[in-house]
């Protein structure tokens, strides 16, 4: 990233922003439906949802049950099954605009980070299928051919996707106050405030209410992308066709 020393950057918030929806949910709505989740696991997503909605996400809790569900299966399994719930989840989900705001971006020589909850496969995926040039992400690492629910700190939610982008910012010698950050989320107030630029996409009521107060653009995304091909994850911080075959998986090219 050095050719980016010192340029702005936008930052991008997944879910309702660059998706059409939670991208955790649609995963957990893909696992309903191939019968790889039963009903406890719908009952806790509808929770985690409602709580959301509320700003009251007991996010450590969010965090080590998806990763715990996920760490469940082999390493290339859960490839797999992420790929196919990008593809018919995920993908026919992401919104054009953003997709055409981060080429605008990237156009006036700004570096461009989706900034998210999200794990990190996910989060790689929709970077590549964006055109998007990097990642914020919720990251915890693969062992003996699983994913553990050893997460990093800080969790890249509220407060700590602040204090991650802001890290970031400043490894690139660049300060949040010539930066973007695009997100619909009242959780992401921490970030939006502290970015010189920030965008309520698709806004929550409270988050609408705090950007007309603030004089801050809201934009509404509403066309979805249509893309036809899923695109291939290319930057992880695992191997996965190393950590497949410490499971006996054939691994994926």
């Known amino acids: 990233m050095a050719t980016m020393e010192g340029r702005p950057i936008a930052f991008f ?3 309702h922003t660059l998706l059409d929806g939670a991208n955790g949910n649609l995963v957990v709505k893909y696992m309903v439906k191939t019968r790889r989740l039963g009903m406890e696991a719908v009952w806790k997503a509808v929770k985690f949802t409602f709580l959301y909605r509320l700003n009251r996400l007991p996010r450590e809790e969010v965090y080590r049950w998806t990763f715990q569900e996920c760490g469940k299966y082999p390493i290339d399994e859960l490839i797999r ?34 900034a998210t909850a999200a794990g990190e496969y996910i989060s790689e995926k929709v970077r590549v299928q964006l055109g998007a040039d990097d990642k914020i992400a919720a990251m915890a690492p693969v062992r003996d051919g699983y994913l553990t629910d050893e997460l ?3 969790l890249p939610f509220a407060e700590g996707k602040e204090q991650l982008a802001r ?15 695009y997100s619909d989320s009242l959780a992401d107030l921490p970030l939006l405030q502290a970015v010189g630029h920030p965008v309520a996409v698709n806004p929550q009521r409270k988050l ?12 509404y995304w509403r066309e979805r992308a249509g893309y036809k091909r899923p695109s291939q994850a290319l930057v992880l911080s695992f191997d996965p066709a190393k950590d497949a075959r410490l499971t006996g998986g054939e691994g994926r090219e």
């Open 13 to 15: 918030d997944l879910d």
């Open 81 to 114: 099954m992420l790929d196919e719930a990008y593809e018919e989840c995920i993908m026919p989900r992401l919104f054009r605009e953003g997709e055409e705001c981060i080429a605008e971006h990237k156009s006036r020589g700004h570096l461009t980070v989706i």
């Open 152 to 154: 990093e700190r800080p």
């Open 167 to 181: 890290a970031y910012a400043a490894a690139r010698g660049v300060g949040l106050a010539d930066c973007y950050f």
């Open 208 to 219: 609408r209410l705090i950007a007309e107060e603030r004089g801050w653009p809201v934009r």
